[in-house]
C-alpha cells in the first residue's frame, strides 16, 4: 500500500474513529424501575422434540444474587444459554429490564449490554501474569478505546486496582495466571468479567473442584458483587448455596418446580424427591 493510500484508509469517511464513537450506553435503555433485570417468560427450547426448558418462567431482581439449583440435565445452562444469545427458544420472551427484547439481539450485542457469563473452566491467559489478564480483558472490552499500544488511563488503573482488590489477587499481581491455584483462576476470571463492568453476571459452577478454603471465599467474593450487580449462580454444591443464598430456585425437568429461601425449598417435599434424594 502506498503512503497515499495508507492515509485515505486511516480517513475512510464512511468509518469513525473508535475515538469519537460515543461509549456504548445501555443504562439509557436498561428499564430496571418495575424491579427485575431479567424477565423468562414461558421460554421453551427443545432438541429434537425433547424439551430441555418446558415453559420457564422466571424473573431476576436487579441486585440480587440468585442460585439455581437443579440435578444434571434440568435445564440449567440450557437457559444460560438462551439468556446469552447463545440458544434460541422455540417459543416464549426473554427480556433485560422491561425495554430490551434479548431474542432480537446477538450474542456480542447481548455482552455489549452488561451481561457476563463465566464458563465452568477458567479460560485465563495463563502465559500472562495476573495484571495483564485484566488489562487484555478490558482492551477487549469494544465499548472502550484503548489498543495495544496504548497507555492506560488513571481511571482505567484504578478500576484494575479494585477489581485486584474484590478478588483477593492484590498481592498476585505480577504472578503468571498459570501459577494460581485453580481457586484463584476462577477469581481471576471473575474479576475479567468485572472489568467489563457487567450489571447481570451469569457464573456456572463456580466452586467445583475448589478446597473448603475457596469455597468460602467464592461466597464472600459473589455475596459482595450484589447490589452493584445481579447475580446468578448455578451450582450443586449445597453447603456453598445455603451460605450465599437469599432465593434459590429449583429447576426440574425445564421449568421451575419450587423457588424461595433455603429452608424452604429443602424442605419442599417435591425437592425432597426429585433433587435431594428421599
Ligand atoms: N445441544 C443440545 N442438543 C441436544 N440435547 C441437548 C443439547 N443441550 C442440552 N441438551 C439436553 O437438554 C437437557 C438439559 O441440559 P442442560 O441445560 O445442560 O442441563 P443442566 O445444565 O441443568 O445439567 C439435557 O437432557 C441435555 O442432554
Ligand atoms: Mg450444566
Not at 8 to 28: A, G, I, K
Not at 42 to 55: K, N
Not at 73 to 91: E, N, Q, Y
Not at 96 to 111: F, K, V
Amino acid at each position: 500500500m502506498s503512503g497515499l493510500d495508507k492515509m485515505r484508509e486511516t480517513f475512510r469517511r464512511d468509518q469513525v474513529w473508535n475515538f469519537l464513537m460515543p461509549r456504548y450506553t445501555y443504562e439509557d435503555v436498561l428499564d430496571t424501575s418495575k424491579g427485575p433485570i431479567l424477565y423468562l417468560e414461558d421460554v421453551t427450547v427443545s432438541f429434537d422434540g425433547f424439551r430441555a426448558l418446558d415453559d420457564l418462567t422466571l424473573y431476576i431482581n436487579d441486585g440480587e444474587l440468585r442460585c439455581i439449583i437443579g440435578a444434571n440435565g434440568a435445564g440449567k445452562t440450557t437457559m444460560m444459554d438462551v439468556i446469552t444469545g447463545k440458544t434460541r427458544p422455540d417459543h416464549g420472551s426473554v427480556f433485560y429490564g422491561q425495554r430490551i427484547d434479548l431474542l432480537r439481539l446477538s450474542e456480542p450485542e447481548i455482552a455489549a449490554l452488561g451481561i457476563g457469563r463465566k464458563f465452568q473452566k477458567p479460560t485465563v491467559f495463563e502465559q500472562h501474569d495476573v495484571l495483564v489478564n485484566l488489562e487484555l480483558s478490558m482492551r477487549m472490552d469494544k465499548r472502550v478505546w484503548t489498543t495495544l499500544s496504548a497507555r492506560l488511563s488513571g481511571e482505567q488503573r484504578d478500576r484494575i486496582d479494585e477489581v485486584l482488590e474484590i478478588i483477593g489477587l492484590k498481592n498476585e499481581a505480577y504472578k503468571r495466571a498459570g501459577l494460581l491455584s485453580h481457586g484463584q483462576k476462577q477469581w481471576l476470571e471473575i474479576g475479567m468479567l468485572l472489568m467489563q463492568d457487567p450489571r447481570l453476571l451469569l457464573v456456572d459452577e463456580p466452586v467445583a473442584g475448589m478446597t473448603g478454603h475457596e469455597t468460602e471465599r467464592t461466597a464472600e467474593l459473589l455475596t459482595s458483587l450484589a447490589g452493584q450487580h445481579s447475580v446468578v449462580v448455578v451450582e450443586h454444591d449445597m453447603e456453598f448455596v445455603r451460605s450465599i443464598a437469599r432465593t434459590v430456585t429449583v429447576l426440574h425437568q425445564g421449568s421451575v418446580l419450587a423457588q424461595g429461601d433455603m429452608d424452604t425449598v429443602q424442605n419442599d417435599p417435591r425437592v425432597r424427591e426429585v433433587y435431594l434424594g428421599d
